[in-house]
């Protein structure tokens, strides 16, 4: 089971590059937890909003708890 603050991979990748290693970054942080979902990219900050639902379809592997 998931929860705020854990660090998470999607089976998508976000768009933007890691500086590093040149690659498609993948590590979210859950940010809010409610009827909606907010993770945040580690590497852009970017925040995506979605669905409980739509997240648990996307969600690949948490990284951390
Ligand atoms: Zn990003």
Redesign the pocket.
């Known amino acids: 089971m998931y929860n705020l603050g854990n660090f998470i991979k999607m089976k998508k990748p ?3 590059v890691v500086k590093e290693t040149k690659k498609k ?1 993948n590590c979210w942080e859950i940010i809010r937890m409610g009827a909606d979902i907010k993770i945040e ?1 580690t ?2 900050h ?1 925040i995506v909003m979605m669905t409980r639902h739509n997240f648990e379809k996307r969600l690949k592997k948490i990284l951390s708890n």
């Open positions: 976000h768009v933007c970054a990219c590497n852009c970017r």
